[in-house]
């Protein structure tokens, strides 16, 4: 069975500062990985995904993740944080192969950016 | 429609009523998934469709819950006899499927509020 940590319910950062969501995933097998957010009141939306290829995924609004195997990691960055960022963001994971395709969520972490 | 559809939008019901909440998936989406989402508690996995194949209830909660999909298209999740701690908002999702990615597309949710 595959599961996913996100280590952090909550993380708070100054405007313009770093961030790092934490993303940890248990799995026998190969994966496929994603980052969805959500905006308040509003549904989900992906961010980024790795299905193969480059370990170091960009995905829209400046973040980017790298896949890490022998970590089991797949952690979301962006240099530099905006207002706008502020989100409930979701790590999921879920394997190309088999007949089971089910995505896996995380349980969230919320961002926070602080002026 | 261009993306996936819930409805209503927000549910008020009071307790010991049964409530049925539609979701309507992008069009040739085989995959479909409901999830809910309370507060402080992150993404649960309710049950998970896919084509025809038998579907993943083992996120369903109890057996006031349960869920169908017909034709391969419009799923409508039911609560029988609901519970205040029922009130959540409940998302739907749909994705490809098999030999795509299994990206997951969201829908806006419904906000179920059980008085």
């Known amino acids: 069975a595959q599961s996913v940590t996100q280590l952090d319910s909550q993380v708070p950062v100054f405007e313009e500062a770093p961030v790092e969501l934490r993303c940890n995933y248990s799995s026998s097998v190969s994966v496929y990985l994603f980052w969805y957010v959500q905006y308040p009141n509003q549904g989900l939306q992906l961010l980024l995904k790795?299905?193969?290829?480059?370990?170091l995924v960009k995905g829209i609004n400046g973040f980017e993740a790298e896949f890490k195997k022998s970590e089991t990691s797949f952690h979301l960055t962006k240099p530099s944080a905006h207002m706008s960022d502020a989100a409930e963001y979701f790590c999921?994971?879920?394997?190309?192969?088999?007949?089971?395709?089910?995505?896996?969520f995380g349980k969230g972490t919320l961002l926070t950016v602080n002026p | 429609g261009a993306g996936v559809s819930q409805s209503p939008s927000n549910k008020v019901t009071e307790k010991g009523k049964d409530v049925e909440l539609r979701c309507d998936p992008i069009?040739?989406?085989?995959?479909l998934y409901w999830y809910r989402q309370s507060l402080g508690q992150g993404l649960e996995f309710l049950i998970y469709f896919q084509g025809n194949s038998a579907p993943d209830k083992s996120g369903l909660p109890s057996d006031r819950f349960s869920a169908e999909r017909t034709g391969g298209s419009v799923s409508t999740l039911t609560i029988q006899r609901t519970q205040q701690e029922d009130s959540a908002v409940y998302l739907c999702?749909?994705?490809?499927?098999?030999?795509?990615?299994?990206?997951?597309?969201f829908g806006q949710g419904t906000r179920l509020t059980v008085v």
């Open positions: 790795y299905l193969s290829g480059s370990t």
């Open positions: 999921a994971v879920s394997h190309p192969g088999g007949s089971n395709y089910k995505l896996t």
């Open positions: 069009s040739g989406h085989t995959a």
């Open positions: 999702a749909s994705s490809q499927g098999r030999e795509r990615t299994t990206e997951a597309f």
